[in-house]
């Protein structure tokens, strides 16, 4: 039920229609972006936490590379980190909507105690980021991940940001996997 309704946000979000503001300032693809994030982990154990994220991205025109840093606490004691950083296209569909896709390197560590545990991989995704009106965007990503000890997860990522200037927005969203969702709000700067 998820995929299905994601699909169709991500089909909403591709054509364009009225809704669409006459004038768009275009997307940029060069940021810095923090963000407090709020985790639910599903699998072996029903874990929760929260933590913070720091994100940047640089455009090379067409071309952009992107990191990511997250600290996160669990129920437990359990702490942990991820780091990511990539490179991603993007290529205009039409004035209002552009496709996404990334290639990205992915590293988690988990802390219990005087315990830890990390693992590694790879992330692909693909999907369209949309200015449905001069002050909102929205992306709509689907993403798979393999790692080489915990497997490969597919998941969704949608993600809105309100601008209240031209270069500045919050920004609200959600991943969802089978294995793990995350809810963020933030705040970014583009440049």
Not at 109 to 138: C, Q
């Amino acid at each position: 039920m998820k995929h299905a309704l994601v699909m169709g946000a991500m089909l909403a979000a591709a054509v364009p229609g009225a809704a669409l503001a006459a004038d768009s300032q275009g997307h940029s693809y060069s940021d810095f972006e923090i963000s407090w994030v709020d985790l639910s982990l599903d699998g072996v154990a029903n874990v929760d936490g929260d933590g913070f994220e720091i994100a940047g991205a640089y455009d090379f025109d067409k071309v952009y590379i992107f990191g990511k840093w997250q600290d996160q606490s669990f129920d437990f004691g359990i702490d942990g980190t991820a780091l990511e950083f990539g490179a991603g296209l993007h290529k205009e569909l039409n004035p209002k909507v552009d496709f996404v896709g990334t290639l990205s390197y992915l590293d988690q560590e988990v802390k219990l105690g005087g315990f830890s545990a990390d693992d590694n991989g790879l992330g692909i995704g693909a999907g369209v980021r949309s200015r449905l009106a001069d002050s909102f965007e929205l992306d709509a990503v689907l993403r798979y991940v393999n790692f080489d000890e915990g497997g490969s997860d597919t998941g969704v990522v949608l993600t809105g940001r309100y601008y209240f200037n031209k270069t500045m927005a919050v920004t609200f969203g959600t991943d969802m996997t089978d294995d793990v969702d995350t809810l963020r709000v933030g705040f970014r700067a583009e440049f």
